[in-house]
């Protein structure tokens, strides 16, 4: 069992820098893709980043812009989401999730595991 717990969430202005990171338990993470995703109140869950198990892939959500990066750490068992610029639409819950092996999806339901979420809160 896989445990995901992410951190890094805050209250910040427009045009601020967050950093989120998630931590997984277990000894699989350096095997698993690992995904960012978002929801904002009444919306639906949205793909935000994915990373390769090895690192060397990335791939990011449409709204992204060259504004957040993504990268992982394997020694840590970490994967960071480095988001500058924000804005207040980038206002959400953000969720850390893994599946085993290659995935090269953005959908939800393809990820196993989920952490609880961090709240970024971003004052226009």
């Known amino acids: 069992q896989v445990q995901l717990v992410e951190s890094g969430g805050g209250v910040v202005q427009a045009g601020d820098s967050l950093r989120l990171s998630c931590t997984a338990s277990?000894?699989?993470?350096?095997?698993?893709?690992m995904a960012w995703f978002r929801q904002a109140p009444g919306q639906e869950r949205e793909f935000v980043a994915r990373?390769?198990?090895?690192?060397?892939?990335?791939y990011y959500g449409d709204f992204v812009k060259g504004r957040l990066t993504i990268s992982r750490d394997n020694a840590k068992s970490s994967v960071y989401l480095q988001m500058n610029s924000l804005k207040a639409e980038d206002t959400a819950v953000y969720y850390c999730?893994?599946?085993?092996?290659?995935?090269?999806?953005?959908?939800?339901?393809?990820?196993?595991?989920w952490g609880q979420g961090t709240q970024v809160t971003v004052s226009a």
């Open positions: 999730a893994a599946t085993p092996g290659l995935r090269l999806s953005s959908r939800p339901g393809s990820y196993d595991y």
């Open positions: 277990g000894d699989t993470f350096s095997t698993s893709t």
């Open positions: 990373i390769t198990p090895s690192g060397g892939g990335t």
